[in-house]
């Protein structure tokens, strides 16, 4: 399926995102017969969202709503938003077909056949870095949270050795 034949601008207003957005959603729905109703879920954007470029909002196994990073949009543009869509259209049609949410082998067999991710790439630079000071293990973090505020009541996952947090804007300087 050709994703630069959906293409619209970074320049979009949210309204002409979405309506891009749900038409290359029924395309890919039909051309990889996944079981999908688009019209039948709600479409929104999330302007605060950093981290996780979409999400299915489901009760009870059942898909309500496709919702979609505009920083992803905004910072990486259609093509890496159009690998979102798919990633989640992938999520509807295994919680209709299997009531599995996860992203799990049945997922990643889909993901590779549709061209898509399994984890999404970073879209928006973080405000600091976590960073292990023995294995250099790093954590991208964006808000204020206890492990940026407290990092020595903490070890590294990966050695157990100590954090040390570093403002992104100032990679060689501490918080």
């Given at each position: 399926m ?16 979405l ?25 929104e954007v999330s302007?605060?969202?950093k981290r996780?470029a ?5 009760r009870?196994g059942?898909p ?15 093509r ?7 990633h989640?259209?992938l ?14 082998p049945?997922?990643r ?12 790439d ?6 600091w870095?976590v ?16 492990l940026?505020?407290?990092?020595d009541?903490?070890?590294c996952?990966e ?9 992104a804007?100032?990679?060689?300087g501490e918080?």
């Amino acid at each position: 399926m050709e994703v630069g034949r959906y293409r619209i601008g970074t320049d979009a207003t949210p309204a002409e995102f979405l309506a891009t957005a749900r038409v290359y959603a029924r395309a890919v729905a039909e051309t990889h017969d996944l079981t999908v109703s688009v019209g039948e879920l709600e479409w929104e954007v999330s302007r605060r969202a950093k981290r996780r470029a979409g999400a299915v909002r489901h009760r009870d196994g059942e898909p309500k709503a496709v919702v979609l990073a505009w920083l992803q949009f905004r910072n990486r543009g259609w093509r890496a938003t159009a690998a979102t869509i798919r990633h989640e259209l992938l999520h509807v049609h295994l919680l209709n077909e299997r009531d599995d949410p996860s992203h799990g082998p049945a997922f990643r067999r889909l993901a590779q056949a549709l061209g898509t991710h399994v984890r999404c790439d970073r879209f928006v630079d973080p405000t600091w870095w976590v960073r292990c000071t023995d294995c250099d293990a790093e954590l991208a973090r964006y808000r204020r949270s206890k492990l940026v505020k407290n990092p020595d009541h903490y070890r590294c996952g990966e050695c157990g050795g100590r954090y040390r947090v570093v403002r992104a804007d100032d990679a060689d300087g501490e918080e």
